[in-house]
C-alpha cells in the first residue's frame, strides 16, 4: 500500500516542521517538500538539497513502537532505506550508522531526533536522497553522489518516499537479528580503518562488524572497543 505524503512547495527543514507540529499529527505522518531551505544533518551539520533531491520526515510516537529500543531506529531506517534503494541501483553499502553509498561516496543521510520532555515524546525521522541531482555544489561534489548520476534516468521521487517509508513501517516490527546481518553484509566500512573519540582521547582501529545491540565493534591497539553511535565521528572515508 502506497503511505500518504503531505507536501510542501518549500520548508527550511522536514525534520522542524515536525517538530514544532508533532502534538497535532497521528503516528506515522509523512512530510516533503520540493525546496527544503534549512535542511539540517547529523553531529549539527547542514544538509543541502535541490529539487532534485528527495527529502522527507517520518513523524512517530513511542507507545505504537512495539517495545523497540530507540537507540536502535536509526538503523531500521537505514535499513529500510537500503533495502529500497537497493531496487535502483546495485552494490549499495551502508556506513554505519546510517549514510547510504554508492561507489564510495553518500547517496543519502538520515537524521533521528527525538523530542523529549519528561519523557521521549515524538521521535522525528528525517531522511535526504540524493534522487535526480546531476550535479553538487563544490563543497560536496566529491563526496557525493546521485541516482541519476548513475543510472542517467530520471525517478519519480514520491514513489521512492512512499516506497521507504512503506518499508520502514514492516521493518520496525522485524526482529532485530535480521537487521543488523543485513547491514553487516553490505557495511562500507568492514575492515576499514576509523578514528574516534574514547575517554577524551582519539583512537584508531579496524571495523570488524555491526553488534547486535547496535554498537560498532573495533579492533584498536587498546584491544576491542564497542562503540555506540552518539560518540563517534568515523572521518575521511569517502573518496
Ligand atoms: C546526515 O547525513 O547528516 C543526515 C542528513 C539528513 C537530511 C534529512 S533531509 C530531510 C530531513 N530534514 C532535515 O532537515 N534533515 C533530514
Request: aromatic letters at 8%.
Amino acid at each position: 500500500m502506497l503511505e500518504k505524503i503531505i507536501s510542501f512547495e518549500a520548508l527550511p527543514s522536514t525534520n522542524q516542521y515536525l517538530k514544532e507540529n508533532y502534538s497535532n499529527l497521528e503516528h506515522f505522518t509523512i512530510i516533503t517538500c520540493e525546496n527544503q531551505t534549512h535542511g539540517r544533518g547529523r553531529l549539527g551539520r547542514s544538509w543541502f538539497s535541490s529539487k532534485d533531491s528527495g527529502v522527507f520526515s517520518i513523524l512517530l510516537f513511542p507507545q505504537y513502537l512495539n517495545n523497540i529500543n530507540i537507540t536502535f531506529i536509526p538503523l531500521v531506517c537505514a535499513y529500510a532505506t537500503l533495502k529500497v534503494l537497493s531496487k535502483y541501483v546495485d552494490s549499495l553499502q551502508v556506513k554505519w550508522p546510517n549514510d547510504i553509498v554508492l561507489s564510495s561516496k553518500k547517496l543519502a543521510g538520515i537524521l533521528v531526533e527525538a523530542v523529549t520532555t519528561t519523557k521521549i515524546e515524538a521521535i522525528i525521522v528525517g531522511i535526504g536522497i540524493n534522487i535526480n541531482n546531476s550535479s553538487f555544489n563544490e563543497e560536496i561534489s566529491s563526496i557525493a553522489t546521485s541516482l541519476y548520476l548513475n543510472n542517467n534516468s530520471i525517478l519519480d521521487k514520491k514513489t521512492i518516499i512512499a516506497d521507504i517509508a512503506n518499508e520502514l513501517k514492516n521493518s520496525l516490527i522485524l526482529d532485530p537479528s535480521e537487521i543488523i546481518s543485513y547491514l553487516n553484509d553490505n557495511l562500507y566500512i568492514k575492515g576499514k580503518e576509523v578514528s574516534f573519540s574514547y575517554n577524551n582521547e582519539i583512537v584508531s582501529g579496524v571495523v570488524c562488524k555491526i553488534n547486535q545491540d547496535g554498537s560498532l565493534k573495533v579492533s584498536t591497539n587498546k584491544g576491542i572497543i564497542n562503540v555506540s553511535s552518539g560518540e563517534v565521528t568515523l572521518t575521511n572515508l569517502y573518496k
